[in-house]
C-alpha cells in the first residue's frame, strides 16, 4: 500500500505570545495560512513486514526518532494496534529551522496518509495524536487558514469573509542562510528578552479583521521579531527596508528565520533583488500563494 501526499509549509499573519501556561507551554492566538510551496511526503506499507524507516533527500534531516514525522508514524501504528513495516520518503524542499512549520507539516501529513492507507476515519484521534507530537501540527489536518489558540491545539475555521481575503495571495518567501532555533526564540521571550501581549488586544485586533473593518496589513505582527532581531539586526534591517522601498506588507513567520511578503509580481522582483543584494545570492527565495482552497466555515 502506498500514497504520496503534499506538506505544505505555513505563515503566521499574526503570532502574539500572550504569556506562559503553568505546564511550561506557551498560550498564543495565530493567524496561520498553508502555502502551496511545501514537501512531498511518500508512504509505503508492508503487512507483512515490521519497523519504520524514513529518508529524506535533506543529508542534515533526521531520519529516526528525532524525526517528528518518524514519531507520528510510530504513535498512529502504537494507538491503532496496527502491525507492518511504514516506510517514509520525505522530498523537502521546505527549508529546515525557518518558522515554516516543515517538520510539524510532515507529522501531519503521514497521520492522513496512514489514515487512508488503513481506512480509518478518527479525525479526533488524528488531533489528538497531532497535538501531542508538536504545537504546529494539528493546524496541518487541515486545508485551510486557521485561527490557532492555546499552544496550537485550539483550531478555529474562518468565516467566508476572512478566506475570501486570504486564498490565492501571492506570497515572497525569503531565508537567510541561517536557521532559528523555536526552543531559544521560546526561552528568551520568557526571560523577559521580549514581550508577552496582552490577550485582549490579540483577540480585539483579529476580531477587527474577521468582522472586516481592519486591512490584513493592519494585523500583522509576529511577538518573536523583536527577540530574533535583537540577536540577528541582519533581519528588521531587511524588512524595513522592504517594507519602505517596495510597500509590501512584510513579516517574519514564526520564530523565524524565515520572512514573507504579500505582494504582486513587480514588487516581488524588487523583493528578490533586494534579498540577493543584502544577503547574497545563496539566500533561499522561493514565490507561492496561499492556498486558494475556498473551503468556508460550517
Known sequence: MEIELRSPAK???TLSITGRRSDGFHELVSLVAPLSFGDVVELNVDLRGSGIVLESNVPELPTGEANVAWRAAERFMQHFQLSGRVA???GKKIPIG????GGSSNAAAVLRGLS???NIEDQSALEILASELGSDCPLFLRDEPVIMRGRGDRI????SRAISDLSGRRIALFKPSFGISTAWAYETLAAGKGGYVDPREAEDSLSAWLSGSSS???ILSNSFESVVGGKYPSLPLLLNRLRDETGAF???SGSGSCC?????AAQEKHIGEIVEACWGKHAFFESTTMQDIGLTED
Do not use: K, T, Y
Open 11 to 13: 505563515i503566521n499573519l
Open 88 to 90: 517514509i520518503r520525505i
Open 98 to 101: 525557518a518558522g515554516l512549520g
Open 116 to 118: 487512508d492507507l488503513f
Open 156 to 159: 478555529e475555521r474562518l468565516n
Open 216 to 218: 490584513l496589513g493592519a
Open 250 to 252: 512584510c513579516l517574519m
Open 260 to 264: 514573507f511578503a504579500i505582494c504582486d
